[in-house]
């Protein structure tokens, strides 16, 4: 069964700094990856996706991530902090398919400060 | 703005209870699914809909049904509520073919007392 796991359930940056926020998984076949990010009292948003198309993927608000299968990881990345990316970010893994389901981490919440 | 809406956006309920959470999903997306997110956890997946038929399930109980309808509306219902049933409630809707590109609502979140 696929499964994530997010490396650190809380990260403090400074405005201007860089954001590293580490996500691994366990598949069991190609999988497609996925990162969701979640502001205070809203649904969930997709940042960006993994689809075996290309290692590097860029996603919204000048974040990226790098799918690395030796490491099993899809860590996200932003090259300068901004006060509105503080929020709650989420990876999340499928097999994919016509009936498939997202499994989520648990979940790193970003604190940015000015 | 995701196109998904859902209601009521809070809800508080006594143990035993019977509770329905209903969505309504962007025009055109004909798979709806539902998520249960605890506190400081991410979320769950429940089931999903296609066309109007479950045709996936997570690790949930029976007491967890729903139903699509044509108009890409859906329901979730939860008979018997449990203490442990309090989390917030997604409805994520997504168009055929796009793997994994879900649109949240903002979810219904629900306490059981």
């Known amino acids: 069964a696929q499964s994530v796991t997010q490396l650190g359930s809380h990260v403090s940056v400074s405005e201007g700094a860089l954001v590293l926020l580490r996500c691994n998984y366990s598949s069991s076949v190609p999988p497609y990856l996925f990162w969701y990010v979640q502001y205070p009292n809203q649904g969930l948003q997709l940042l960006l996706k993994?689809?075996?198309?290309?290692?590097l993927v860029k996603g919204i608000n000048g974040f990226e991530a790098e799918f690395k299968k030796s490491e099993t990881s899809f860590h996200l990345t932003k090259p300068s902090a901004h006060m509105s990316d503080a929020a709650e970010y989420f990876c999340a893994v499928t097999l994919g398919g016509g009936s498939e389901k997202l499994v989520f981490g648990k979940g790193t919440k970003l604190t940015v400060n000015p | 703005e995701t196109g998904v809406t859902q209601s009521p956006t809070h809800l508080i309920k006594t143990r035993g209870q019977q509770v329905t959470l209903r969505c309504s999903s962007q025009?055109?997306?004909?798979?709806v699914s539902w998520y249960q997110q605890a506190l400081g956890q991410g979320p769950q997946f429940i089931f999903q809909?296609?066309?109007?038929?479950?045709?996936g399930r997570g690790n949930f109980p029976p007491r967890f049904s729903g139903l699509q309808f044509p108009n890409y509306s859906s329901e979730l219902n939860v008979n018997a509520l449990e203490l442990d049933d309090s989390a917030l409630y997604l409805c994520a809707s997504r168009a055929s073919g796009n793997t994994g590109e879900l649109f949240f609502g903002e979810g219904s979140r629900l306490t059981v007392l």
């Open positions: 809909y296609y066309r109007e038929e479950e045709n």
């Open positions: 993994y689809t075996s198309a290309a290692t």
């Open positions: 025009s055109g997306h004909n798979t």
